[in-house]
Nanobody
């Protein structure tokens, strides 16, 4: 079964850190670039970060540059998003995505 399963979300205070994980299965993970998106109710989905198949190239939204780091472990079929210095505006549901395939999402809430 082809699927992506995110984990690691929750509640964190402003300035805190959180690490999201995404477990992939059912496809040749190392052959695909991977992305993290986020979305809040009533807004467009935002591409947060992307990583190439080998992990040597990454891209970030301007809003998260210098604070978020995307990485992957092809041996474990997993992609990660390390989020530091979190801000209330980072509050969203975060999705791991490969093309049109995405997981169920994980809620990240940044609040005092």
């Amino acid at each position: 079964q082809v699927q992506l399963v995110e984990s690691g979300g929750g509640l964190v205070q402003p300035g805190g850190s959180m690490r999201l994980s995404c477990a992939a299965s059912g496809f040749t993970f190392e052959s695909y670039a991977m992305n993290w998106y986020r979305q809040t109710p009533g807004t467009e989905r935002e591409l947060v970060a992307s990583i190439s198949t080998g992990g040597d190239m990454t891209n970030y939204a301007d809003s998260v540059k210098g604070r978020f780091t995307i990485s992957r472990d092809n041996a474990k079929n997993a992609v990660f998003l390390q989020m530091n210095n979190l801000k209330p505006e980072d509050t969203a549901v975060y999705y791991c995505q490969r093309g049109n395939l995405r997981g169920q999402g994980t809620q990240v809430t940044v609040s005092p």
